[in-house]
């Protein structure tokens, strides 16, 4: 026969599910900033231009990369975009300001197969 809880043991298990639910793991909260279906390919090219030349490492789009295929420009900008915005503090400005036009954020991880987001 089970015993139901005293109000005190039922307080301190809803404070320590709270307390647990605040601390959730941060990944579950993370966001990458990729290429929008809608951007036009000569600003996504400008993207890539300016993330390999702003110290992104641009091997993983090349044909022996991990992110080369599927080999279009959005995808490899996409790649690309992201990296930057990972490694340049996750602002809003890493995303829309350098890529305008062009980028959003999401909560989804897009990485696929053998390529990677960061
Ligand atoms: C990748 O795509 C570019 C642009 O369409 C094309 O010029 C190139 O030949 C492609 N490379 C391979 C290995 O498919």
């Not at 404070?15 to 966001?31: D, E, G, R, T």
């Not at 995303?95 to 990485?111: E, G, I, K, V, Y």
Request: proline share 6%; net charge neutral; aromatic share 10%.
């Amino acid at each position: 026969m089970a015993k139901s809880m005293s109000p005190l043991l039922s307080l301190i298990v809803i404070l320590l599910s709270s307390i647990m639910i605040n601390h959730l793991p941060v990944a579950s909260l993370k966001q990458w900033c990729v290429s929008m279906q809608t951007a036009k390919d000569e600003q996504l090219e400008d993207n890539i231009n300016f993330a390999c030349s702003n110290g992104i490492d641009c091997r993983p789009i090349l044909p022996s990369g991990a992110c080369f295929k599927p080999n279009t420009t959005i995808s490899h900008a996409s790649y690309l975009m992201n990296d930057y915005y990972q490694s340049h503090g996750r602002t809003n400005e890493a995303c829309f300001f350098f890529f305008p036009n062009s980028a959003m954020l999401t909560s989804r991880d897009p990485s696929y197969n053998q390529c990677i987001y960061k």
